[in-house]
């Protein structure tokens, strides 16, 4: 049986205004103001590290224009910026299993149900986090998640049109050494947008989530949210 979820197109977003609206979204998703959520974006420039990241794995050039923001999410150091689809589901696991390793699987089988639309066969790679191609391993999706009272937080990022070099130059991403990066364009061999893909992806989510879509946008969220009581997301 589907639910009914918000879905918010943000655009390009900074890093940390996302982690607000995350914040916002999940607090009102456990005092029970707002239904579950699923908010898409892209973000400029940026490096993330988890819990679990170690400080060699972050070493930027001295000419690296990009910010670095330590989160609360699982996982090791990761890049986002402009071409990449990052989702951020706001789910309340009471619904969904209860079970922190299932939602991580449902996340990855939702991109690789996303890129099959294009004629990719993406897998996941047993004892590893994520969504790749083969052969050889080639990593297109990137997972990172936080759960608070069984509200999640955090999500996927999708490689869709972006240069990847970053992902190994600027940092030791998800903490794998020697792990090659790719793309939806390079794979494909044409430049595809990400507008062009959010409409798989979020078909994927609906699905294997069983959620249905209400579109909501970024200028009445703060009329919805208003005083839900902000839940902490960021280290810091």
């Not at 420039?45 to 910010?67: K, Q």
């Not at 969504?131 to 391993?137: A, G, K, Q, S, T």
């Not at 939806?184 to 947008?193: F, H, T, Y």
Request: proline letters at 6%; glycine letters at 8%.
């Amino acid at each position: 049986m589907s639910a009914e979820a918000y879905l918010v197109d943000a655009g390009l977003v900074p890093y940390q205004e996302a982690l607000e609206l995350q914040r916002s979204f999940a607090a009102a998703v456990i005092g029970g103001v707002a239904r579950e959520a699923v908010i898409l974006v892209e973000h400029p420039p940026v490096v993330t590290t988890g819990r679990r990241t170690d400080a060699s794995e972050v070493h930027l050039p001295d000419d690296a224009s990009v910010e670095v923001i330590e989160t609360n999410r699982g996982g090791k150091s990761t890049f986002h910026g402009p071409g990449q689809l990052v989702c951020y589901p706001i789910l309340d696991l009471n619904r969904h299993g209860k079970d922190l390793k299932r939602y991580v699987r449902d996340l990855e089988q939702a991109i690789i149900t996303t890129v099959a639309t294009f004629g990719m066969t993406a897998v996941t790679i047993e004892g590893l986090t994520g969504v790749w191609l083969e052969p050889p391993p080639r990593k297109l999706a990137s997972i990172g998640i936080h759960v608070s009272r069984w509200v999640t937080t955090h999500g996927f990022a999708l490689n869709v049109d972006l240069d990847p070099a970053p992902f190994s130059s600027w940092i030791t991403a998800c903490g794998l050494e020697d792990t090659q990066f790719t793309t939806m364009s390079r794979e494909l061999g044409r430049a595809v947008s990400v507008d062009e893909v959010k409409p798989a992806a979020i078909m994927a989510l609906g699905e294997v989530f069983g959620l249905d879509f209400e579109s909501l946008a970024v200028a009445d969220v703060t009329g919805l949210l208003a005083g839900a009581a902000p839940v902490p997301l960021a280290a810091g």
